[in-house]
Structure formats: structure tokens, C-alpha cells
């Protein structure tokens, strides 16, 4: 459970931006740019969607620190399945497969199973109307999102005993796309 808690706690912040207000538009926030979006994948060798990599301003300063600066000043975070431990992304690479990861649970716990799947609901603001995602070209566009969160683990000393927890994880800060013709 606090495994879960951490991981979630953590993910609701994704997109989170403190921009200039004197100068920034919403669809301009660098921390929704396909290079730093929310984002699932998976370790080479490990199960599909077992990864997850986002941004957030976690250094109020309105631009992503990506480490190159000061490696240990980063607005990049992940977490990832590997074998059966939990690692959380420490800097480098921005990738499920590279980069610098740590890990976050102890020996005693096994996890066997760590899934991220996002889901999108994308609302044209112009007019109002729910659509698939992405928007229709043209239109402004805000971007619902949530994570589906599901992990199983079990104590080492009792391998068959195995609890699974999950749950949907809104996210705090919506996207915005401006989709011109």
C-alpha cells in the first residue's frame, strides 16, 4: 500500500508547470512536449507498460531541468518493473531502458506485477463536445488524463501470498493543444 501511495501521490503532479503568467499560454507548457509527456513503456525483457516516465516543475522555475546543468536538478521522473524490484528514474537518458534508476523497494518485498495504462478524454473547448483523442484539427483542445495503476507483490519469506492493489490515479494538471488547420 505505500508502494501504491508513493507511486500515485507522485504521478497526480505530471504536467505540472509554473509558468511567466505575463507571457505563457497553456499550450505552450514544455512539461506536455512529446519529449517530456506522461508516458508508458517497459524495460527491455519486461512486461508491456511496466514503465512510466513524466514531467513535472518540481523546480518552480517555469523550464525543464533535464540534469545536463546539475545532475542532481532534474524534472523528470519514472518508474519501472525490473525483475522484481520497483526503480524510481534518477536522471539521464529519459527512457524506460536507459538513464539512471534506482531502486525503491527492499529485498523483502517481491513485486511481480507493476501496470501503468493511461486513459484521455479530450474536450474541444471551443465548443464544448467530448471526443477520442487527439482533437480534431482546428480546435483548441484540453486533455483529461488518469493512469490506471495496478501492482502485485508478495512478502519474500511468503512467495504465495501475494496481494495485488490498484486504482485510478487522476491527473492534477490537464494538457492543452492548440491543433491548427
Same mark, same amino acid.
Given at each position: 500500500?505505500?508502494?501504491?501511495?508513493?507511486?500515485?501521490?507522485?504521478?497526480?503532479?505530471?504536467?505540472?508547470? /509554473?509558468? #511567466? $503568467?505575463? @507571457?505563457?499560454? +497553456?499550450? *505552450?507548457? =514544455?512539461?506536455? !512536449?512529446? /519529449?517530456? #509527456? $506522461?508516458? @508508458?513503456?517497459? +524495460?527491455? *525483457?519486461? =512486461?508491456?507498460? !511496466?514503465?512510466?516516465?513524466?514531467?513535472?516543475?518540481?523546480?518552480?522555475?517555469?523550464?525543464?531541468?533535464?540534469?545536463?546543468?546539475?545532475?542532481?536538478?532534474?524534472?523528470?521522473?519514472?518508474?519501472?518493473?525490473?525483475?522484481?524490484?520497483?526503480?524510481?528514474?534518477?536522471?539521464?537518458?529519459?527512457?524506460?531502458?536507459?538513464?539512471?534508476?534506482?531502486?525503491?523497494?527492499?529485498?523483502?518485498?517481491?513485486?511481480?506485477?507493476?501496470?501503468?495504462?493511461?486513459?484521455?478524454?479530450?474536450?474541444?473547448?471551443?465548443?464544448?463536445?467530448?471526443?477520442?483523442?487527439?482533437?480534431?484539427?482546428?480546435?483548441?483542445?484540453?486533455?483529461?488524463?488518469?493512469?490506471?495503476?495496478?501492482?502485485?507483490?508478495?512478502?519474500?519469506?511468503?512467495?504465495?501470498?501475494?496481494?495485488?492493489?490498484?486504482?485510478?490515479?487522476?491527473?492534477?494538471?490537464?494538457?492543452?493543444?492548440?491543433?491548427?488547420?
Amino acid at each position: 500500500r505505500t508502494l501504491f501511495f508513493t507511486l500515485s501521490s507522485d504521478l497526480r503532479r505530471s504536467g505540472y508547470w /509554473e509558468p #511567466d $503568467l505575463s @507571457t505563457a499560454v +497553456l499550450w *505552450d507548457n =514544455p512539461f506536455t !512536449s512529446l /519529449e517530456n #509527456d $506522461l508516458r @508508458t513503456g517497459n +524495460l527491455t *525483457d519486461s =512486461p508491456a507498460n !511496466s514503465c512510466v516516465l513524466y514531467s513535472y516543475d518540481l523546480t518552480t522555475n517555469g523550464v525543464v531541468d533535464d540534469g545536463s546543468v546539475d545532475p542532481t536538478i532534474t524534472d523528470r521522473f519514472g518508474f519501472r518493473l525490473n525483475e522484481s524490484s520497483v526503480q524510481s528514474f534518477n536522471g539521464g537518458t529519459f527512457s524506460c531502458d536507459e538513464g539512471d534508476w534506482t531502486t525503491v523497494t527492499g529485498p523483502e518485498i517481491q513485486v511481480s506485477e507493476l501496470s501503468f495504462v493511461v486513459n484521455q478524454t479530450c474536450l474541444n473547448i471551443q465548443n464544448n463536445t467530448t471526443s477520442s483523442c487527439p482533437c480534431a484539427t482546428g480546435s483548441t483542445c484540453q486533455t483529461l488524463r488518469a493512469v490506471d495503476l495496478e501492482i502485485t507483490a508478495n512478502w519474500a519469506s511468503s512467495p504465495d501470498d501475494e496481494v495485488t492493489i490498484g486504482g485510478s490515479v487522476h491527473i492534477r494538471n490537464d494538457k492543452f493543444d492548440l491543433l491548427v488547420n
